[in-house]
């Protein structure tokens, strides 16, 4: 075998050696400190390759955490789908600038078949466009971006000419309970934090439709959510994009992981009206299982989507010529990783079926955790399991619960704070996980409770 050969099997057996381990080590490392010192100095003159990758694996394995294993409950992590990584390392093997059809037709054809794939199992409309970026940060940009241009030019105001400066007051009109991640988009763009109105959130965390009305009057965008990264609600598109349009809003939705719900028969009815909102972010590294980094930002008006993201101009049509649609006039980079393979092996290798069996399994899972949890003494699971995200309640030994738990390494979950109480947040997000998985976390649970009342 030449040396390339060599170089790049031993690299895939290094994966699939962790991949297959990651299930039976502990979830988290235990001592990261040696790291620095394994990677060691720049070197002077050039290293053999081989000796490269050995050196880097070696000294970063220890440091790894599971999260791409099936017992990593943290933030909404999802894990990493077999066929969707190995075509990650094809994308990175056959190095494919997807910027248009010329710089890749590969890539610039595949991530059209997969943006229609994706909208055809989201139960979003045909003619929306799309834009394959880094995550739900990335998707809520754009879509924040095409609502700025659409909405002030309706306010006959040309926001990529003019910029901001003089420009009509443009309100955003958005859940108290929203991701930070909305917020940092209003500050890239331009419209600042002061810009949001806030809504308040209903016991579970959806938007409150009276008070949504009341918040709307002049240019605006509205900011809903179909997943709260706390407790899984959603709120109710129907009714709040009725009242949003009327008052000639526009609809972002940020459904990171929760957006996978239309995806899945047993779960659809929480997402109700999706279809009617005018911009749409939506993760692939979360609950699609594709691994990092990967999300798609979709939009009802594709010139307005075009008119924000082109590179050149505002009147590019987005298709270049044969018809093939340029990537990169639906999202903010130029040169990009072609980001279509990955997803399109993810949705190949589930199928229709597939997705909605993997999302309604983690829902199923998620309501283990809390039938489980919620039937010990002293512990109380204090959100609706609509999704699957679990909040979970131990009183004053929360934070000590957490981090114990953390330190077993046999899973890993984190504490968030929800009005104003801390707590566990569970959230089961990966297609590996199983119900001997989720019974091995409730034990860790139980057990670091244990150790924690023992310590007091
Ligand atoms: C995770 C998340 C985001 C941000 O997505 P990234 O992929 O981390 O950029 C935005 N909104 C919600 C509701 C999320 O859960």
Redesign the pocket.
Known sequence: MSELRDLLADAAARVADYRESVADVPVFPDDTSGVREKLGDLPETPVPPADVIRRLADAVEPALVGSTGPRYFG??TGGALDAATAADMLATGWDQPAFNKVTSPAAAIVEEVAGEWLKDVLGLPSGASFGFV?????A?TVGLAAARHHVLAQAGWDVERRGLHGAPPLRVVANVER?A??DRSLRLLGLGTDAVRPVRADDQGAIDIADLEKALDGPAIVCL?A???NTGAFDDFAAATEIAHRHGAWVHV?????LWAAAAPALRRLTAGLETADSW?V?G??WLNVPYDS?YAFCAHPESHIAAMSLTAAYLTGQGDGGVRAPSDFVPESSRRARGFATWAALSELGRTGIAEMIERCCALARRFAGKLDACDGVTVVNDVVLNQVLVDFGDDTERVVEAVQRSGECWMGATTWRGRRLMRISVSNWSTTEADVDRAVEAIKAARETTKRKN
Not at 134 to 138: A, D, N, P, R, V
Not at 254 to 258: E, L, T
């Open positions: 933030f909404v880094t995550g739900g940060q990335g809520n991701h991640t909305i959510q997943g709260n990264v940020d459904g990171a992981f929760g972010a993760d590294h979360k999300g």
